[in-house]
C-alpha cells in the first residue's frame, strides 16, 4: 500500500532554515509527480510546490517562491522540501502528497495520496 | 490563477439527510479537472472524487461528483456518522499553481 512518511517538522526562529523529508514506499517512486501541501491551525489547505516525476520540471506559490526549494531523489524514494528566509506565516502542518500522474511540463493530475503531514513552528 | 469558491462555509444536517456541497470557479476549469477531498479532524485529507464525476478507490457510493465548467457540486446522498468533515475541492486543470476552495465544514445538526 502507498506510504508516504514526512519528517524534519519542528520549532524553528524567523529566518532561519529547514529540510523536510518525505519517504514514500508502495508504489514507483520514479514514475510520479510529487507534491508540498501546508495547512496552517485551523485554516484550509495551501498548495505550496511540485517536481515532476523525474526532477526535471519544480513549480512553486508565489508565497514561497525564491524561499523554498524541492527535490527529489528517486534512489531513495524521497522527495524534500528546503524552506529558508522562514516567517511566521510559514507555520503550518506539511503534506507530501503523490500525484496520480507525471507532473510533466506543468501539466498535473489530481493528489490521490497524501501523508500525514509534520508540524513546523515558526518562532522566536 | 483559478480561484475555487465553496458553499456554504458550514452545513449543519442530520445523518441520514442529504447533503449538497458547491464549488464554483473563476474561471472554467479545463476538461472538468476538479477533485473533491474530505478532511476528518486531526487526519490528512482523502480523495474522493476527480475528474468531476469519477468516484475514487474504495469511496462509498453515497459520495457522487457532478458538474463542468465553472459550477461543480459533491453530494452525499444519506449521511454516515463519520460524514461529517471538512470537504475541499481542487483544481488541476490549470496547473501550476494547483488550487483549493477555502473548504465546507459538515456538521451533526
Known amino acids: 500500500q502507498v506510504q508516504l512518511v514526512e519528517s524534519g517538522g519542528g520549532v524553528v526562529q524567523p529566518g532561519r532554515s529547514l529540510r523536510l523529508s518525505c519517504a514514500a514506499s508502495?508504489?514507483?517512486?520514479?514514475?510520479?509527480?510529487m507534491h508540498w501541501v501546508r495547512q496552517a491551525p485551523g485554516k484550509g489547505l495551501d498548495w505550496v510546490a511540485v517536481?515532476?516525476?523525474?526532477?526535471?520540471?519544480?513549480y512553486y506559490a508565489d508565497s514561497v517562491k525564491g524561499r523554498f526549494t524541492v527535490s527529489r531523489d528517486n534512489s531513495k524514494s524521497t522527495v524534500y522540501l528546503q524552506m529558508s528566509s522562514l516567517r511566521a506565516e510559514d507555520t503550518a502542518v506539511y503534506y507530501c502528497?503523490?500525484?496520480?500522474?507525471?507532473?510533466?511540463?506543468?501539466?498535473?493530475?489530481?493528489?490521490?495520496?497524501w501523508g500525514q503531514g509534520t508540524l513546523v513552528t515558526v518562532s522566536s | 490563477e483559478i480561484v475555487l469558491t465553496q458553499s456554504p462555509g458550514t452545513l449543519s444536517l442530520s445523518p441520514g439527510e442529504r447533503a449538497t456541497l458547491s464549488c464554483r470557479a473563476s474561471q472554467s476549469v479545463s476538461s472538468s479537472y476538479l477533485a473533491w477531498y474530505q478532511q476528518r479532524p486531526g487526519q490528512a485529507p482523502r480523495l474522493l472524487i476527480y475528474d468531476a464525476s469519477s468516484r475514487a478507490t474504495g469511496i462509498p457510493d453515497r459520495f457522487s461528483g457532478s458538474g463542468s465548467g465553472t459550477d461543480f457540486t459533491l453530494t452525499i446522498s444519506r449521511l454516515e456518522p463519520e460524514d461529517f468533515a471538512v470537504y475541499y475541492c481542487?483544481?488541476?486543470?490549470?496547473?501550476?499553481?494547483?488550487?483549493f476552495g477555502q473548504g465546507t465544514r459538515l456538521e451533526i445538526k
Open positions: 508502495g508504489f514507483t517512486f520514479s514514475t510520479y509527480g
Open positions: 502528497a503523490k500525484d496520480r500522474g507525471y507532473c510533466s511540463g506543468g501539466r498535473c493530475s489530481q493528489i490521490n495520496y
Open positions: 481542487q483544481q488541476y486543470g490549470s496547473s501550476p499553481p494547483l488550487t
Open positions: 517536481i515532476s516525476y523525474d526532477g526535471s520540471n519544480e
